[in-house]
């Protein structure tokens, strides 16, 4: 494993190398077309980027010159002098320097100074003429050795490290398949080959999630923004404090958390903090505090959005409650405060006497608690009435989102993989013909045996009755799922839609029903089982009539 | 049986009081010892679960947790003339099994009820005779003119009377009944 360091560096490397590229193809042009905005903005904005990426990195020293060279274009570019005369070579030489420093870091050398570059941008700054010995010559002494290089990293769409996700779960389930019919057989050969397939496969699923890992930060660092936003609409106060950026995570929990801590922070800044006259008068510092944290717990991630502001006042949620006709005043009052704050997740409920533009825009917490729900995750509530709230969000390190095809079935939503689903057709009844007591359908020139689902899935277990067409009316949703080559047609009532889904394991004592991978909750808080089409297909060919 | 109420009142407040929930299931009362139940809500929206016996009502999720939900009236055939099938607003008991939550579903709110524990006699033998077999009744409770059959869960919940959960083990089951 490589250490977080190591790996910090070689992100600060590619994006340097990359910066590096860009600056040079930038300045090319504005040598041709000096008044170029695009490319001085550009030049600019990487040079900037250079400048907090080294400095954060503690090499300083690239630091310096890009400091001054993003001196000189913030003056060329808000047009106090044109991108012309003595100027021009010093920053070229200024960006070969850059690409010289950035390759050393690359080699884990020590960086050294620059001293006559530098003394010439300071120049270049105040005005003055830089003092230019033999630059053409040290710049074609550079091109001469320049080294193509391709950068270290390379950048993946998350979809296709969700594809290998997938796979890597259907490797795991046919590896234990497998691992259980080793030891049936018994054979020492078999069973010591089959372990080592574990290993291997237990590795790859490792190595896969391990990829899929992001620092919480990159969230995280949108925040800063977002707080000042919302604060200084709220006209309130607020200094953020984040913690634990490196910590990491799945992206796509961190994408799934996205909307739910946004809406947390937006709550503990709209409803949370007072305003600065209510606080000094209340005898706390004017200037609210809001802490994001992050810190692993085991196998979990914690994140804590914390404010200083007044509390929840468990009071008020109980007469609220009452009011809202959810409890009885009796039931209320009997209740302990971890159960009042678990009011605050039930859909519809609000204490905020008034409605916010930020805050109060009838999404409440329960929308909250549904996502995280969805994640396999908890949420927390603390609250100190006067001294502040704490949220906390327990969520898995990493998780299988799944592509799944939703579709009702009597009434209720289900879910089939889109791994398994091969295709979605709508087919007239009459286009399905009764072969043998099984319904067939020809599907681009493919004969595919065809089921209600609803039959299939019937409480008994006896053969299947020989279909008949005159049930059929009208135009019949399949889904034609595909295992193992072996292809089935389901008719459902209804398709309703395609969408990622996180699996959740079917709980004792129903898990040894095989016929459902899990479930999932839909976003509405429905729950949603999802099918197995490995063992559909089997119960299938045990019930063909 | 005057005599033995009043040795009962006697010990009241020597002893420990039990504490049960108290529901009923057909015409009778039943009560699960306080520690096992770990919540009581409305019934939640349940998601029927094909290829389980009429008397698993489903999944529910109840506060991101997914449990069973099961209807001991169904199960144990306690269902009477008078009481038709579960409708309207039921509440779910969420009972703390060994290894996982289950939910019961009943019709009224089941309300608490502290009792001497010697008042808890030992089941008599006539009892195996009813369908709730008496391996699950820890014992009877009397309270003044009430008889109160206390269910030990945690021996109804076992995986292994779950497993009676599988269609074919039902349909066996009831086949023998008849």
């Known amino acids: 494993m490589k250490s977080r360091e190591q790996e910090y560096r070689e992100l600060f490397m590619a994006e340097a190398l990359e910066a590096y590229d860009a600056m040079s193809q930038h300045m090319s042009v504005l040598e041709k077309r000096p008044g170029d905005e695009a490319a001085l903005n550009e030049v600019f904005r990487l040079l900037h980027n250079l400048k907090a990426n080294a400095r954060a990195m503690g090499y300083n020293e690239i630091g310096e010159v890009a400091h001054r060279m993003e001196t000189i274009f913030g003056q060329i570019r808000s047009k106090e002098r044109p991108f012309a005369g003595s100027m021009v070579p010093v920053l070229f030489s ?5 690409g010289g420093m950035i390759r050393t870091v690359g080699a884990n050398q020590a960086l050294t100074e620059n001293l006559p570059l530098i003394e010439n941008l300071d120049r270049v700054i105040a005005g003055e003429e830089p003092v230019l010995e033999e630059d053409s010559e040290v710049g074609s002494e550079e091109d001469a050795t320049r080294k193509l290089e391709l950068s270290d990293l390379v950048y993946i769409p998350i979809k296709k490290l969700d594809h290998l996700l997938n796979l890597v779960g259907e490797l795991i389930i046919d590896r234990d398949r497998v691992l259980t019919l080793a030891q049936e057989v018994g054979d020492p050969t078999l069973l010591s080959v089959t372990a080592h397939l574990s290993r291997l496969a237990d590795d790859l699923q490792y190595s896969v999630m391990d990829a899929r890992l992001v620092g919480v930060g990159t969230l995280f660092n949108k925040f800063p923004r977002v707080v000042r936003d919302v604060a200084s609409a709220e006209q309130k106060q607020v200094e953020l404090t984040i913690s634990g950026q490196d910590i990491q995570i799945d992206r796509n929990i961190l994408q799934i958390i996205t909307d739910s801590l946004l809406h947390l922070v937006r709550n503990a800044i709209g409803h949370g903090l007072e305003t600065s006259e209510e606080r ?3 005898g706390k510092p004017a200037i609210g505090q809001l802490t994001l944290s992050a810190q692993t717990d085991r196998d979990n991630v914690l994140i804590r959005i914390t404010d200083d502001g007044r509390g929840i006042d468990v009071e008020r949620v109980r007469r609220k409650a ?4 959810v409890l009885s005043r009796d039931a209320a009052s009997r209740l302990s405060e971890a159960e009042v704050y678990t009011l605050l997740f039930e859909a519809g409920f609000s204490t905020a006497e008034q409605v916010t533009e930020i ?3 009838g999404v409440g917490l329960d929308v909250v608690k549904l996502a995280i729900d969805s994640l396999g995750g908890q949420l927390g509530v603390e609250s100190k009435l006067g001294a502040g709230t704490t949220f906390t969000l327990v969520l898995p ?23 398994h689903t091969d295709s979605v057709v709508s087919l007239q009844s009459d286009r399905l013909h009764v072969v043998g007591g099984t319904l067939l359908a020809k599907v681009l020139s493919e004969n595919i045996p065809v089921v209600r689902l609803a039959d299939l899935l019937s409480d008994h277990d006896d053969a299947l009755l020989p279909a008949d067409r005159s049930k059929l009316v009208g135009a019949q949703d399949i889904i034609i799922t595909s295992y193992n080559g072996r292809k089935l047609g389901l ?6 839609r395609q969408q990622d889904i996180v699996i959740k394991p079917v709980s004792q004592p129903l898990d040894m029903i095989d016929l459902f991978g899990g479930v999932t909750l839909l976003g509405s808080g429905q729950v949603c089982l999802v099918l197995d089409v490995p063992a559909l297909t089997r119960l299938f060919l045990a019930r063909r009539p | 049986m005057p005599e033995n109420q009043a040795a009962d009142k006697k010990t009241f407040k020597a002893e420990a009081p039990v504490q049960l929930i108290v529901f009923r299931l057909g015409g009778e009362e039943y009560g699960i010892r306080i520690e096992q139940v770990k919540e009581v809500t409305l019934t939640p929206e349940i998601a029927r679960m094909p290829k389980t016996p009429p008397f698993v009502k489903g999944i529910a999720n109840l506060r991101g947790d997914i449990i069973a939900i099961i209807d001991l009236e169904e199960r144990f055939r306690l269902r009477s003339t008078g009481n038709g099938p579960l409708t309207g607003s039921t509440y779910t008991m969420a009972l703390e099994a060994k290894d996982y939550t289950i939910g019961i579903i009943v019709r009224e709110v089941p309300q608490p009820l502290s009792l ?7 089941t008599p033998e006539f009892i195996q005779d009813l369908n709730v077999h008496d391996k699950y009744i820890e014992g009877i409770a009397r309270l003044d003119n009430r008889i109160i059959i206390v269910l030990d869960m945690l021996k109804l919940l076992t995986p292994e009377e779950i497993m009676q959960l599988k269609p074919k083990a039902t349909s066996s089951a009831a086949a023998e009944r008849r």
């Open chain 1, 280 to 282: 000094t008068k209340a």
């Open chain 1, 491 to 496: 008719i459902v009532d209804r398709f309703l």
């Open chain 1, 322 to 325: 009452v009011e809202r006709g």
């Open chain 1, 397 to 419: 390190t990493s998780i299988a989102v799944k592509g799944a095809l939703l579709f009702e079935l009597e009434g209720h939503p289900y879910a089939l993989p889109l791994m």
């Open chain 2, 116 to 122: 001497p524990a010697s008042s808890i006699e030992k």
């Open chain 1, 94 to 98: 200024g960006i070969d320097v850059l």
């Open chain 1, 359 to 361: 805050s109060g825009r």
